[in-house]
């Protein structure tokens, strides 16, 4: 499945389901969990990073949000909230700062990507650094 396949899946299965009605233009989260091979988080890490850096100055982009899971340092969840899932998929996702990362996850990821699409109601944030 090309990169944008999983996801495009994904809207297609909420949208058949009507999980995703939704007027055009309404906020979409993506929730990805990632699984990396054992010994290549750094390089996994090394890829998205810049990716993230470049999203935030989308002008659909909301938020993301980097986890990862304290009991299994291999897993990644990835909490993405864009303005509209049209232009997510459309034009996001093609977005050339992506091909780097696209390109090398099938050698970094030892499981299929879990994709969740879920329409946000409210948000309460407190920034935090580290």
Do not use: C, K
């Amino acid at each position: 499945m090309d990169r944008r396949g999983l996801l495009g899946a994904a809207v297609a299965a909420a949208a058949a389901t009507g999980a995703m009605a939704q007027p055009s233009g309404s906020p979409v989260t993506v929730v990805l969990v990632l699984r990396v091979r054992p010994g290549r988080e750094e390089e996994f890490l090394t890829l998205l990073l810049p990716v993230l850096d470049a999203m935030r100055h989308e002008p659909t982009f909301i938020n993301a949000v980097l986890h990862r899971d304290p009991e299994d340092p291999l897993r990644f969840m990835l909490y993405e909230t864009w303005g509209d899932l049209t232009d997510l998929v459309e034009v996001q996702m093609r977005r050339s700062y992506r091909e780097a990362y696209w390109a090398a996850l099938p050698g970094l990821l030892s499981a299929p990507r879990e994709v969740h699409l879920w329409q946000p109601l409210r948000a309460d944030i407190t920034m935090f650094t580290r």
